[in-house]
Structures are given as structure tokens and as C-alpha cells.
């Protein structure tokens, strides 16, 4: 399944404002939507967003972990996984339209 480059940057506004209600935080602002977040540069929006991902990536692995053992409710552990597959598929196709603008720009005359 093909995630498309909008759908991944909505999955992920919305992973965004979900995270931001949980910590506390508005989730108005995130690095992909344009707006000044509190780092103020692209760098430090993709430094909070790779960041995010790994913690998505692991809470869906111990969450596995736990199921494996018998610790976990199985509710809990759908939605870990679906939540780290989400995340997956979302830098992907960021990764697949980075890679796309760099070769893009390759083949620009000077």
C-alpha cells in the first residue's frame, strides 16, 4: 500500500495534535504545517519530528515486547503497532518525495 505525500502530511498533523493534547501542549503548530513552532528552523522542525517517529517507533515495540510476554492488553498493542506502522509509512513517503526533489533538481539546467 502507497501512501501518498498528502495523506502522510495529514496523518501526521493529526498524529501531531493528538501527541500535543497528551503532553499538554496545543498541537496548533506542527514542523510540517509551515507555521513558526518553537524552534524556529527547518533543522530543529526536523530534528522534533525524527525524534517523534522514534518514540512512536519504540512505544510500538514495547508494547510488542509486552504482548509477547502477557503483560499487555491487546487493545493497547493494536494501536502502538497501527501507530508505528502509521509513522513508517509517513517517513517513507517523505523520504521517497525528498529523494524525488533532489533528483529533480539534478536535472535542472545551470
Known sequence: MMVSFNEAVSAYSQLGSVAGKA???????TPLSGGSGEGGDFTEALKEATEGAIE????????????????????????AVSKAELTLQTVVSIRDKAVQAYQDILRMPI
Request: glycine share 16%; proline share 0%.
Open 23 to 29: 503532553t499538554g501542549n496545543s498541537g496548533t503548530t
Open 56 to 79: 512512536t517507533m519504540r512505544g510500538g515495540e514495547e508494547q510488542s515486547y509486552k504482548a509477547t510476554m502477557g503483560n499487555a492488553d491487546m487493545n493497547e498493542v493494536v494501536m
